[in-house]
C-alpha cells in the first residue's frame, strides 16, 4: 500500500496538468474567436496563469513523489486534481459561451448589413436614426442627412449588365465611407440610394462634405475588372445629392427623410451630377 500511494498521489498531480494542458487549448481558441482588444489580452494572461500552473504541477509531481507516505499526504494531490478539474470545465463551458455569443453577433451584424455594399441597410438606418434624432434634441445637437442617389443608374445597368451595375453600387459605397469620419453613419437606403448620418453636423458642413463627394465621384471611374480576354471597363458615374438638417420644424425622423427626397428630387430636376438643401 505503501508503495502505491506515491504513485497515486504523483499519477493524480500528472494526470490535473494533462487536463489543464487542455484547459489551455480551451483558451486557445476563445482567443482566436474573440475581437483583438482588451478582452483578449485578459485570456492571454489567464493562458500564462494555466501554463504556469502546468509547469509547477509537474516539478511537485516530481518532488512530492518521495513524501507520499500516509493517505492523508494524499490531500494536497486531490486538491490540485479538483483544482484543475474546475479550470477545465471553466474553460470549457467559456468556449461554448463565447461561441455562442459570437453566433448571435454575427446574426445581429448580418441583420443589419446589406449583403451586397458591406455597410449598414435600411434597418439599421430606421432605429439608428430614431435614436440619433431624439438624441440631438434632448442635448440640442445638430445633425444632417444626405441621402444620394446614382444618376442614370437604370442606364448603367442597361448597358452593361447588372453584374456591372451591382460593381458600381459596392464601389460608390464604398467611396462614400471613405470620404467620410468614421462617427458618420453610412447605410443603403435601397436600390441606388444611400443615406448618410452626420451627427453633431450643420447643414452648411454636410453640404461642403457632400459636395466634395460628389466631385470625388464626378472625377473617378469606376473600374470594373477585365473578363479574360476582355479589356478592363471604366464606368463614368455621378451622384445627386439632398442635404437637410434637423431643425424646430423638422424634428423626426421621417421629415428628415422627406426633406432630404425633396432637396434630391430638386438636385435631379435641375441637370444631376448636383447637391441641394432643403
Ligand atoms: N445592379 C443593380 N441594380 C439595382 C439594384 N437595386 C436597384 N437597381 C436598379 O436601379 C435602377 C434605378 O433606376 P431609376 O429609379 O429609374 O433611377 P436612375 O436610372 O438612376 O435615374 P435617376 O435616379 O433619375 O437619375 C433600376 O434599374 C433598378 O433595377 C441592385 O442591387 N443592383
Redesign the pocket.
Known sequence: MSEILPLLGSGLIIFAAFLLAIAMTLVWKIIGLLPKGRLQHSWGVLLLLILFFVISYGLYAKYSYVNISGKTDLIVPIIFFLGAIFVYIVCNLSLKTTRDIMQIYILKQENITDP?TGIFNRRYLDSYLNNETTKAQSFTLPLSVCLI??????????NYG?????L??QNIAKDIKESLRDSDVVTRY???EFVVVLPGTQVSTSYKLAERLRKNIENTQVTIPSKSGQEALSVKVTI?IGVTELSIECKDYLCLIKNADTALYRA?NNG?NQVFIC
Open positions: 451586397l442617389d446614382i444618376d442614370h443608374f437604370k442606364s448603367i445597368n442597361d447588372h453584374q456591372v451595375g451591382d458600381v453600387l435601397g436600390g441606388e445627386s435631379k444631376r
